[in-house]
Every structure is written in structure tokens, then in C-alpha cells.
């Protein structure tokens, strides 16, 4: 249990560190995601509430 919870820390301490160095491909990522869910998403609702 311990080894497992161990490994899962370096994994996420890993994936932390490859998000910093790639932090603009991260920003694009966000940027695409936020585009094609969250903006539709958004319109929609505001075509809801009027």
C-alpha cells in the first residue's frame, strides 16, 4: 500500500514537473478545451437565460 502510494507520488510530482516545462503547449490545450466545451456550453446558456 505504502509502495503504491509512493509511486503514484512520484507520478504525479513527474506529470507537475513535464506540465511546467511544457506550459505553453498546456496553455494551448486549455485554450482548445475551453473553445470547443466550455464556450458552446456558455452560449448556450446565455441563449437560455434571454
Do not use: D, I
Amino acid at each position: 500500500m505504502s509502495l503504491t502510494r509512493k509511486l503514484v507520488r512520484t507520478h504525479n510530482s513527474t506529470l507537475f514537473t513535464a506540465s511546467l516545462s511544457y506550459s505553453p503547449f498546456n496553455t494551448h490545450v486549455f485554450c482548445w478545451l475551453f473553445l470547443h466545451c466550455l464556450y458552446p456550453w456558455l452560449s448556450f446558456h446565455s441563449l437560455l437565460t434571454h
